[in-house]
């Protein structure tokens, strides 16, 4: 018999588990990397360093889009960027005109960029390191086979966005957003793009790369898991902060590197609540115990059955189209990742799927749609600045949708007949 439900199982579920990745460890490791990452941007390293690449390449315009697509893609990647493209967005959008191209492919260069990161990440600790968490899974784990993925998504984002910014450049009729633009055309005029960018930003910039690749190491050869990966991402933040209090940046002093902190912190108090509710679900419906019977076992047997009729690549599949759709109603990263992955994991192990490919699924259904939906705020404030219509952003939008589909639909295919694990 199921027991009655406790009306407090909700609550419990937000300090279940223990810190090496159940509930209460993985909310730990959200609020650190948050923090650590807001004391991050506070310096504007980040920032200013976007904008002297565009202030260096804009007079080089073959390598104008490569590489301010990249960097932008390299962002969503490792630092999970997204909301952050819509004010670079205003910045380059009028930039493109006058080299000739259009407002869409200024959303391509920048938000759809970091969505291409962001989906196809080796290590974003906003996306895939909370689901491999929660899936049980070692965080970074796959490593090497997610950066493969990475740039092969890249590239092909790259040449999609190439090809038609040639066309566009060739003929400016043949923009999907010719109209529109012509807001950008008739009020064009020299961008400032003055920026800080110095030895200060340098020694963040290396920071930031040797705590990665110290990470990346520490995974690899030593087994760490969240509590090692938050604790070396926190004193990053830490040394990062008196970077930027001894080099002035953003005139930051000992204060800002805390309040930045908690403010970093702060973004990430939503996902974590509902990492913690998420649990409480799982606890509402008799817990994780495959062997006890449960409201939760009954419906994974269920599924299990449905699913586990089709041949065991199909269920893989199946997961990736389940998390595309299920986007389109949370949009979060982070919160797609606390609702779904207590469910997914469980039930890739009874349909023969091993979780690296339930995470997998996760996070291209997760971050590609949000090139597409409507539901995504990013999207729609980044379209809205370039001034490009939702309507005329699905009509040049589809065919790459498209080609992400079918890509991603091979690579969840090929993961399982692999055996990723």
């Known amino acids: 018999m199921v027991s009655i439900l406790d009306h407090n199982s909700l609550l419990i579920g937000i300090t279940s588990g223990s810190k090496w990745g159940s509930a209460l460890g993985v909310i730990m490791f959200m609020l650190v990397i948050g923090g650590a990452f807001g004391i991050v941007m506070a310096t504007g390293t980040i920032d200013n360093g976007i904008l002297k690449l565009i202030d260096i390449t804009q007079g080089k315009q073959g390598l104008f889009i490569p590489v301010i697509f990249v960097l932008f893609s390299l962002g969503g990647a490792v630092f999970g960027m997204g909301e952050e493209a819509i004010a670079f967005a205003i910045i380059i959008c009028p930039l493109m005109i006058r080299l000739g191209y259009d407002g869409i492919t200024t959303v391509m260069v920048t938000y759809v960029a970091t969505q291409i990161g962001f989906a196809s990440s080796w290590m974003n600790p906003f996306s895939v390191a909370i689901a491999q968490g929660i899936a049980g899974v070692p965080v970074l784990s796959g490593s090497g086979f997610r950066f493969a993925m990475w740039s092969g998504f890249t590239l092909l984002g790259l040449i999609f966005t190439m090809r038609y910014g040639a066309k566009v450049k060739a003929n400016p009729t043949q923009s999907y957003s010719f109209h529109s633009d012509s807001y950008f055309r008739e009020n064009q005029k020299e961008a400032s793009l003055d920026s800080r960018f110095n030895l200060g930003d340098i020694l963040v910039l290396l920071t930031i790369f040797a705590t990665v690749a110290w990470i990346i190491w520490g995974v ?18 830490i040394v990062v902060g008196l970077i930027g209090v001894l080099f002035k940046l953003n005139n930051m002093n000992i204060n800002t590197i805390a309040s930045s902190f908690k403010q970093g912190a702060a973004t990430m108090l939503e996902p974590a609540v509902l990492v913690g509710c998420a649990s409480g679900i799982l606890l509402l419906l008799g817990g994780g115990d495959a062997s006890t019977p449960s409201v939760l076992n009954t419906i994974l047997s269920k599924a299990g059955e449905f699913i586990g009729q089709l041949p065991s690549v199909m269920s893989a ?10 986007n389109f109603f949370v949009t979060s990263g982070s919160g797609q990742a606390a609702l779904t992955m207590p469910l997914m994991a469980p039930l890739a192990d009874l349909v023969g799927v ?6 997998l699924a996760f996070q291209l259904g997760d971050g590609f749609t949000n090139i597409l939906v409507p539901t995504s705020a990013s999207l729609m404030a980044t379209l809205g600045v370039c001034r490009v219509d939702w309507g005329q952003w699905l009509k040049f939008i589809w065919r790459f949708m498209l080609a992400l589909f079918a890509v991603s639909s091979v690579i969840v295919i090929s993961a399982h007949y692999l055996g990723f694990s």
Request: charged share 5%; no cysteine.
């Open 317 to 326: 599949w199946f997961m990736y189209v389940f998390q595309s759709v299920f």
């Open 354 to 359: 091993t979780r690296q490919v339930a995470v």
């Open 220 to 237: 690899v050869t030593q087994a760490w898991f969240i509590p090692e990966i938050a604790s070396q991402f926190f004193t990053m933040g």
